[in-house]
């Protein structure tokens, strides 16, 4: 029995579309599989590039900690250019030669206070290391170990950890 012109030529075109749509498929069929990945390093990137801020919540008064990062910005060369008080915050502005540093130091209760350092290198890049010395170096204050010359007794347990090498 002879089959139509129209049926053979309609089976034809279908196995054709059929193998053309199944190259189209391979790369399609593995984008879900590519788009977390590909998320996940940009995100990468922009929360290195926009949220890579040092933070730190100390038990003490906003008022204690704004005066030992004040005598810390001091001891370090770091060049204060404006303190604002607000309701809840205190934000204090400086600059290095190359930065400019913003510390936030944010009421949470009267004796908890958390801190918050940023410092850029222009409109992208941020200096974590300096933010981190900034709070190591306000807690040094903090703890009178500045003025008492006690050594690692006075020092906050994380940072004896450090003196000791890590132990």
């Given at each position: 029995m002879a089959r139509p012109a129209g049926l053979g030529r309609f089976i034809q075109m279908a196995v054709f579309a059929f193998f053309l749509s199944g190259c189209a498929a391979a790369p399609v069929a593995l984008?879900?599989?590519?788009?977390?990945?590909?998320?996940a390093g940009a995100g990468g990137g922009i929360t290195y590039t926009f949220t890579n801020i040092a933070y730190r919540t100390i038990t003490r008064p906003p008022e204690e900690i704004e005066r030992a990062t004040l005598r810390a910005m001091e001891k370090m060369s770091i060049r204060v250019e404006k303190l604002r008080h607000k309701e809840y915050?205190?934000?204090?502005?400086?600059?290095?030669?190359?930065?400019?540093i913003i510390v936030t130091l944010e009421r949470m209760t009267p004796t908890l206070t958390?801190?918050?350092?940023?410092?850029?290198?222009?409109?992208i890049f941020k200096d974590k290391n300096?933010?981190?010395?900034?709070?190591?170096?306000?807690?040094f204050f903090l703890t009178g170990a500045a003025d008492a010359e006690k050594g690692a007794q006075a020092l906050p347990?994380?940072?004896?950890?450090n003196l000791q090498g890590g132990r």
């Open positions: 984008l879900p599989a590519a788009v977390p990945a590909i998320i915050d205190t934000e204090i502005y400086a600059r290095t030669r190359q930065l400019k958390r801190m918050k350092v940023n410092a850029k290198k222009g409109l300096t933010a981190f010395e900034i709070i190591y170096q306000t807690e347990k994380s940072m004896q950890e």
